[in-house]
Structures are given as C-alpha cells and as structure tokens.
C-alpha cells in the first residue's frame, strides 16, 4: 500500500484533460469575437452617421424657417417670437432625441424618430416655401420684372417706306431710352427727330414734317379707341420690341403707412403683364384710414375732362394721361382733388379678378338690376365678376354705372383676399398676379400695414362714392385735330368727394 503523501506530487505536476481545455476555450471565444466585430461595428457606425445626418438636416431646415419667417413674412412681432421659439424647441428636441436613439438596439424607437424627423422637415420646408413665397409676392407688386414693350413705326403716306423715309420722330422723353435708336435702325435708316409732345409728333406726321413717327403700342392704342378713324388715317409699316427699365426702388415716397395716406389705383380692362404707360380703363383713389380701419373707394370717370399734369392748352380725357405715364396720372389725379396722393398701384383690373378663382366665389349686393344681374346679393366667380365689371352699353348710367360696377367687384376681391390665411393661396396668388400688379409703395410699408392689420382689433371696412360730370364733345390736348366725347366736371361732385376724403383721413 503506497503511502499518501506519494502521490500528491504526481496529481500536482501532471496537468490534465479538463485543465488543458479550459485554458483553450477562452482563446477559440476570443479569436471568433475579434473575426465578428468588425462586421457588427461598421453595421451600427452605418446607422449611427444616418441618425447624424439626419439630426443635422432637422437641424438646418428649422433654422432656415424660423430665419425666413423673422425676416421675410409680414407679421406681427409678438406672433414671429412665439413661432420662433416654439419652432427652435421642438427642432431642438427633435435633435437630441435622434441623437440618443442612433445608439438603441430597439428597431421601433428608431423608426419613430425618423417618422417624426420627416415629418419636421416637411413642415419646414413648407414654412420655407410659404416664406418665400410671400416674399416674392411682395417682391413682384413691388419691383417687378422689366418688361417688354412693343412699339409701332407708323406713316401717314402710302409711298412712304422703312426704306425711303428721311426722318422719324419720336417723343423727347422716349428718345432717353436708350435703346430706341439701335432698336428703329433695326426697321429704317432714316434719322431719329426730336418731338416735344404728342399732338405735335401727330401733327407733324399728317403735314408731312416728319416721314414716319415711332411710339409704343399702348399709346396708339389708347388714342385709337378714342379716335378710331386714327386706324384708319396711320400706316403700321414694322413694329419692334424694347425692354422697359425697371423702377428703382429708392423712387418710393417716404410716407408713414401708419398714419392715413392716399393711393391712386389706375386699371386696365386687361390681362397679363403691365406697362408702366398705357391708357388706364379705371382710375380709383383709394383712401387708407389704418388707424380706424377705414378705406374709402372714389371713382373717377375715365372720361373725366381733366388738365393732363405738365401740359397746357386744351384739356384730356383722365384715360389718355396715362399715355405718358402712371405717374403722370397720379400727378393729374393730385390737380383734380388738390390732395397730395403719394402712391400709385398700376394693376390688370382682369388679372386681379382672376385671382377669385383662387380665394374663392366674392359675393356682390346690388341695389337695383345690372344687366342680368338681379338686385340683391349675387355670388360671382371670375367669369362672371369680369362679365358684370365689363357690362357697359344698355346701362341707365352708361360708363358712370360701370365705374360703380368696378368699385363693388374691386371692394369684394380686396376683403376676400384680406380674408385668406391659406398659405397655399398666397403663393397661387403671387405667381397669378406676378407681372400684373405694380407699386411705388416700397417693401417695409406693405410689410408694416399687414403686421398692424394683423395686430390691430379692428376691421378693414369699405365705403364708396363716385364723382360725376356732364356729357360734351370736346378737342383734346392727345387729339387736337377731333373733337371726342368728354365728362366736363361737376366741380360740386368733385368737392364733396375732397370734403369726404379730409373726413375719412382726419379720424383716430
């Protein structure tokens, strides 16, 4: 029998089975963790940067809107700080949120948090998209695009030619464009003359002082629908393009929108784009009341026989002092009411109806039958808006009932456009009226009257009057050799229509 204690030493120095195996097992784990690691690691680094870039798109996207809604959109201050902030907040944790979820194993955390950060860029790229928009609105009433504006090379001889004429006159105002010259040569060789005004040009075509005379399509339009016999006398012999210069914006007056101020509409019975010159179908002084919410419509005959601002001798039809300018009417408009009346807006009367199919049916209440349109509340659309502000022959008034007519659709359209929130109407809105509507009221003083209406308790309310005359036939400072139908004054209309005006602009 081996004694105990022999044994004790071999046990000690001979390592087993199940010894050498658990020092071998550790090693195989570790060799198969760091073959799969590499494939794990670049799994989460793949959603880790997804999460990122995402956090940071949410990021960007929310400060661009609030910047834009701070700088761009008209509103009132108070408004803009509570949007701001609440919009950085939640952007803000948004941000974090997806942040802390990258490093989560669980599938549904991360799939709502990319839910929900779609669903913040999409509402900040609709804030971005509304704030442009409204941008642009402005920015095309305002400072709109130049224009191209067509113009005539007119004789009043048959045998006289693009080729073989010596002389062409033009307006001494139109002959700083300066582009005129190169653009007529294009047409004719013959030497570009001097005129001092209209009439004269006309006249000197018809005594055969001049050749061939150069103006822009408006304006013999304008004068032909007042003289059409004009078509009739005049040969078109070419016609050739010129872009007109954009208004710089320091030109704006400096007026405080805030108090009450004047603006004369003027309008054409068109559509599409303006010209800043051109005969003006409607011609409306608008009076702004901001403080007591008040606007009073006058309407002006565009037969109205008036003294044409800068001009002596025979007296003009109101529509045709728009031929040489809508400054010049606002001028001419200045002399009638004797009111200082800084602002202009020059509008397509059509387009600006046009935008009903926008904003919706306006509703018309008519006091007695218009054509078919019977007494009492009429809904119109466009069509029917365009139908009844054009209805003009067969009318008890004649055009006094047209301007009448005008002044209701224009006063229906004005509450329904300042009515609408949808910011999707306001970009439909711009690019309809893009072009078709222009201001010398600059940027900040639109801006101002929107934040104060939107700020202010009260209502925009609406009043209307209209000044009248006597019917006559007259010569014209545009049409010196043919009398046309004309609207002397009734200078008692003209006056209570001034009394009523100081009134509307004197109350707080």
């Given at each position: ?231 009739q006398d005049l040969i078109i012999l070419d016609t050739f393009s010129l872009e007109d210069p954009k208004r710089s914006t320091a030109d704006s007056p400096d007026v405080n929108v805030q108090e009450p101020f004047t603006i004369y509409i003027s309008g054409a019975d068109s559509a599409g784009p303006i010209e800043e010159s051109g005969r003006s179908d409607v011609n409306i002084l608008a009076v702004v009341n901001p403080k007591t919410g008040e606007i009073l419509l006058v309407n002006t005959p565009r037969d109205y026989y ?203």
């Amino acid at each position: 029998m081996l004694p105990h204690t022999e044994s004790m030493p071999r046990q000690a120095d001979a390592p087993s089975f199940t010894e050498n195996h658990m020092h071998s097992a550790p090693s195989t784990s570790s060799a198969s963790h760091a073959s799969s690691s590499p494939t794990s690691s670049n799994g989460r680094s793949w959603h880790v940067w997804l999460f990122r870039l995402v956090a940071l798109a949410v990021a960007i996207a929310g400060v661009a809107a609030v910047i834009l809604v701070s700088v761009k959109v008209p509103a009132p201050t108070l408004y803009k700080t509570i949007f701001v902030v609440g919009y950085l907040l939640v952007t803000s944790l948004i941000v974090f949120w997806l942040l802390r979820v990258e490093k989560s194993k669980a599938v549904v955390s991360k799939a709502i948090a990319l839910a929900v950060a779609i669903v913040m860029l999409i509402a900040s790229f609709t804030v971005i998209h509304y704030s442009s928009s409204t941008n642009n609105l402005l920015r095309a009433i305002n400072n709109p695009d130049a224009q191209q504006s067509e113009w005539l090379i007119l004789s009043s001889r048959p045998e006289v030619t693009t080729d073989n004429a010596q002389s062409i006159g033009a307006l001494a105002d139109d002959l700083a464009h300066t582009s005129l010259e190169q653009a007529s040569a294009t047409s004719t060789k013959a030497r570009l003359v001097s005129q001092d005004d209209l009439p004269g040009m006309m006249q000197s075509l018809q005594d055969s002082n001049i050749d061939l005379a150069t103006m822009k399509t408006s304006f013999f339009e304008a004068l032909a629908a007042s003289a059409p016999q004009l078509e009739q006398d005049l040969i078109i012999l070419d016609t050739f393009s010129l872009e007109d210069p954009k208004r710089s914006t320091a030109d704006s007056p400096d007026v405080n929108v805030q108090e009450p101020f004047t603006i004369y509409i003027s309008g054409a019975d068109s559509a599409g784009p303006i010209e800043e010159s051109g005969r003006s179908d409607v011609n409306i002084l608008a009076v702004v009341n901001p403080k007591t919410g008040e606007i009073l419509l006058v309407n002006t005959p565009r037969d109205y026989y008036v003294q044409v601002h800068g001009t002596s001798g025979p007296k003009d039809k109101l529509t045709h002092a728009s031929i040489y300018g809508v400054d010049t009417a606002r001028k001419t408009m200045e002399d009638l009411y004797a009111l200082d009346i800084p602002y202009y807006a020059r509008v397509n009367f059509n387009t600006l109806i046009e935008t009903i199919d926008i904003v919706g049916p306006i509703e018309v209440y008519l006091d007695n039958p218009v054509g078919n349109y019977p007494a009492g509340l009429n809904t119109f659309d466009s069509e029917q808006a365009l139908d009844f502000s054009r209805t003009r022959y067969g009318l008890e008034g004649g055009d006094r009932q047209r301007g009448n007519n005008q002044l209701l659709v224009l006063q229906a359209v004005a509450e329904k456009l300042m009515s609408n929130r949808d910011p999707r109407a306001v970009s439909r809105i711009a690019e309809q009226i893009s072009g078709s509507v222009e201001t010398n009221m600059d940027d900040n003083s639109i801006k101002t009257l929107i934040e104060d209406h939107a700020q202010s308790s009260n209502s925009w309310y609406f009043e209307r009057t209209s000044v009248d005359g006597f019917d006559a036939t007259e010569i014209t400072y545009s049409m010196p050799g043919t009398p046309l139908y004309v609207m002397i004054p009734d200078e008692e209309s003209v006056s209570n229509a001034h009394d009523r005006i100081l009134r509307v602009m004197s109350r707080s």
